[in-house]
């Protein structure tokens, strides 16, 4: 185990993160530094930005898993590596898409049913 992981793995159980929390966090950054195969420490802003691009357009991944995976990278550089960047700005969340709620669901698919019978 890397000094970093350790590390990491510390300031998350200071800050009481759910041990399934602290288990995702680390799979996504050790996907991180495994993609660009090095240590997220020697990684900056634009490894973070093309990480995120791969993650939406090579991986197809959902936004919700997109969102936790820029979580695990924002707390390893921002709690971790402390590095005093933007992170809003470097490292944005992706926009969840907007769903109608289940009673609305429901209530036009009896409205289309009844419209065609």
């Known amino acids: 185990m890397t000094s970093l992981r350790q590390r990491m793995i510390e300031d998350m159980r200071v800050r009481n993160l759910a041990v399934g929390t602290q288990a995702i966090y680390l799979r996504h950054v050790s996907q991180f530094a495994r993609h660009f195969g090095k240590s997220p420490a020697a990684l900056g802003r634009e490894q973070i930005r093309s990480f995120q691009?791969?993650?939406?357009?090579?991986?197809?991944?959902?936004?919700?898993?997109?969102?936790?995976?820029?979580?695990?990278?924002?707390?390893?550089?921002?709690?971790?590596?402390?590095?005093?960047?933007?992170?809003?700005?470097?490292?944005?969340?992706?926009?969840?898409?907007?769903?109608?709620?289940?009673?609305?669901?429901?209530?036009?698919?009896?409205l289309l049913l009844f419209l065609i019978a």
Do not use: C, G
Request: glycine fraction near 0%; avoid cysteine; hydrophobic fraction near 40%.
């Open 53 to 110: 691009v791969y993650l939406i357009q090579e991986k197809k991944l959902d936004p919700s898993t997109i969102t936790v995976a820029v979580s695990a990278i924002r707390f390893l550089y921002k709690v971790t590596l402390r590095r005093q960047w933007n992170f809003d700005e470097i490292i944005p969340a992706p926009k969840r898409p907007r769903r109608l709620p289940l009673r609305m669901v429901k209530h036009f698919r009896n």
